[in-house]
């Protein structure tokens, strides 16, 4: 997504260093080695890493690093590669995942209710099986922008037990009203909220934002790709706050003031699929890249705004 967009950010130089922090099925990682960078390629989901072992053998420069990325920074520093040149975040499911009806990722082919992008922990069945309805009701809201979310979790505790992807879709449409001919398919937001439930997404795009913040170097490029607005929400705010473009306040809200140095600058206008490429891929049409440049600030803390 949003390749040529990209590598005109990250304007790579040979013998530079960069992270694919979701490598997925290699994209950009293929991009950054053609363009003459060493890379490092970070993704939780062993079926990645074992399909890219291929490309890691044939290639001196690349390393994969099979982990979340949140743990970029403990990961590079053991294998002393810390800093780095550019940060690169796809955020969200990959093509491969969506496409394999076993992974649960999707109900456009009937598979067991997964979702679990690392294959560890609990899967989505567990989550709609055994939370409370309000609690599913809050995650279709928060993370599904789903209107509807209490009636859709009003039916999905009546017809537990789920354990199938057509199952639980055919649960979400019956709450909500589906037609054949409807341009969206109803289900589409609680698949979502589910995904980003199970695999805690939010949790970590947040650390992982923090974490490449610590890794790059000064003049660095981060490069965030998003495809839900919860998700750019973060990333805005983050960079927001990073970049000293915090609220000045007023008379209802107290001023917020940074204790630490701006840590990044040069904050990208976001930028969006154009229609040729919505075209070759319509998932493109939901994708938001956000960049900015690495200042020779400090890495904030915790502690690094005050209200």
């Known amino acids: 997504m949003l390749l040529t967009e ?61 982990a979340t990325f949140s743990a970029m920074e403990a990961e590079l520093a053991a294998r002393d590669a810390v800093p780095v040149d550019g940060v690169t975040m796809d955020i969200g499911v990959s ?66 037990p789920i354990t199938r992807t057509s199952e639980l879709a055919h649960v979400v449409r019956r709450a909500l009203g589906y037609k054949p001919h409807d341009k969206k398919d109803p289900a589409t937001r609680t698949f979502q909220a589910l995904r980003i439930e199970v695999n805690r997404e939010l949790g970590e795009l947040a650390d992982g934002l923090a974490a490449a913040e610590r890794v790059l170097k000064p003049g660095g490029t981060l490069a965030v790709i998003t495809f839900h607005s919860g998700e750019d929400r973060l990333v805005k705010r983050f960079l927001k706050e990073r970049s000293g473009g915090l609220p000045s306040g007023s008379r209802h809200m107290p001023e917020v003031k940074a204790v630490a140095a701006p840590s990044f600058e040069q904050v990208a206008r976001a930028v969006r699929a154009g229609e040729e490429e919505i075209a070759r891929n319509p998932r493109a049409r939901s994708a938001t890249l956000r960049v900015a440049k690495r200042t020779s600030a400090a890495p904030w803390t915790s502690k690094g705004v005050l209200k």
Request: hydrophobic share 45%; with cysteine.
């Open 95 to 160: 093509s491969m995942q969506l496409d394999q009806a076993e992974r649960g990722f999707s109900f456009q082919a009937d598979g067991p209710l997964d979702m679990r992008m690392s294959q560890e922990g609990p899967t989505a069945a567990d989550f709609v099986n055994t939370a409370d309805e309000s609690d599913i009701a809050d995650v279709l809201y928060e993370y599904g922008d789903e209107p509807r979310s209490r009636r859709v979790a009003q039916f999905i505790v009546a017809a537990r």
């Open 6 to 66: 990209v590598l005109d950010a990250l304007a790579i130089a040979p013998g530079s260093v960069h992270v694919d922090a979701t490598f997925g099925a290699g994209g950009y990682t293929r991009a950054m080695l053609g363009a003459g960078a060493s890379v490092f390629a970070f993704d939780r989901d062993p079926d990645a890493i074992l399909a890219g072992r291929a490309l890691e053998a044939d290639c001196d420069a690349l390393t994969l690093v099979p």
